[in-house]
């Protein structure tokens, strides 16, 4: 069956063609999807009776029910969703001063095998659909009680290797009939798969990206990331400095800082070597721990030296606040978790 929530009003028109709809159904439903987030068509009420009950035959609608829900000391709120076909996966809602942003998930698990992350522990299932991306937000928001305005797609997978889903999920989240979050107000994390770098860079969405960097040369970050092996360093930062001509957006460099392996001076000196003179931003972030991997975090002498190395060199930077830690729902940290 077609997913309803994964369509452009102009797609639900042509999916409702058969039916000999007037055009105004089209944006009635997509208001109903997007906008007000129905999880069924029992909710769409200014639809006749006889079309809900067309819909909901003969069409399918993706949506996610909270199997768990774990609150952190930091007003992080950690989800497990299942997906109708009984996949789980994580979201996380963390609360700023300007407002809510939702950590998205766009793939049940992960195939990159990044040593520090729990996401792809247990293997890949499959990509989301755009509409079980928005059904994310949609059951964070009716939680909650507020409206998502940021969204990041840092959750778990890689969003580029799931790239048409993921960019459809952007350009209906942005949609002005629909969510209507800036796109400004939206972040693309990929771990480097740099021809769909170069691919985001032609859509022109305007959205920010950021790349998960995490070491300054190839020998150690192919130890952290395998996809490294494809894709070196000096080919990435060549991909982000032409996505960062292209669409005037700096890059957001995402650096994990894991105690005496990529934590030193001489780390950050040579990252400085690297990203000297690129339109960026350098996001450090004192590791998260997953016990089953080994990675501890760096001590705050260590993050407050390496963050000094890079600011005498002029570049920007800050280091991430913790949210969420204390239940597993930090960065690197989701997981397909079993109910509890």
């Known amino acids: 069956m077609l997913d309803l929530r994964s369509m452009y009003p102009e797609e639900l028109q042509s999916a409702f063609a058969p039916l000999s709809l007037p055009a105004y159904r089209a944006k009635q439903i997509f208001d109903w999807l997007q906008r007000r987030g129905a999880q069924s068509a029992g909710e769409m009420t200014n639809l006749p009776k006889e079309l809900r009950a067309q819909i ?3 069409f399918f609608i993706s949506s996610c029910e909270i199997v768990n829900k774990q609150e952190s000391t930091s007003g992080a709120r950690k989800y497990l969703f299942r997906l109708h076909d009984g996949e789980l996966i994580e979201s996380v809602v963390m609360r700023y001063a300007y407002g809510y942003s ?4 766009t793939q049940a698990g992960c195939k990159m095998a990044c040593a520090f992350c729990a996401s792809g522990q ?32 840092m959750g778990m997978g890689e969003p580029l290797d799931n790239y048409g889903n993921s960019v459809k999920f952007l350009r209906l989240a942005s949609h002005p009939q629909g969510l209507h979050i800036g796109r400004r107000r939206i972040s693309i994390s990929t771990c480097g798969l740099v021809p769909r770098i170069d691919q985001l860079a032609g859509e022109r969405l305007g959205v920010t990206l950021s790349v998960s960097l995490h070491a300054p040369n190839d020998e150690l970050r192919g130890r952290l990331m395998p996809v490294n092996r494809a ?32 934590d030193s001076p001489e ?46 060199a002029g570049l920007a930077v800050t280091v991430r606040r913790s949210l969420g830690g204390d239940i597993d729902a930090a960065c690197g940290q989701l997981r397909k978790n079993n109910p509890a």
């Open 102 to 105: 939702l950590c998205v998930s």
């Open 56 to 58: 909901s035959e003969q």
């Open 231 to 262: 894709y070196p360093i000096e080919e990435l930062l060549a991909a982000c400095g032409r996505y960062a001509k292209a669409t005037g957006r700096r890059i957001s460099f995402e650096y994990a800082l894991f105690r005496d392996v990529n």
């Open 122 to 153: 247990h293997g890949f299932t499959r990509d989301l659909f755009p509409g079980e991306m928005l059904a994310q937000v949609h059951a964070a928001q009716r939680d909650i009680g507020e409206a998502i305005s940021h969204i990041v797609l």
């Open 267 to 312: 780390h950050a000196k040579e990252l400085v070597s690297r990203l000297k003179g690129m339109l960026c931003h350098v996001n450090l972030i004192p590791a998260n721990p997953v016990p089953e991997l080994g990675f501890t975090r760096s001590k705050p002498e260590q993050v407050r030296a390496f963050q000094s190395v890079l600011e005498q």
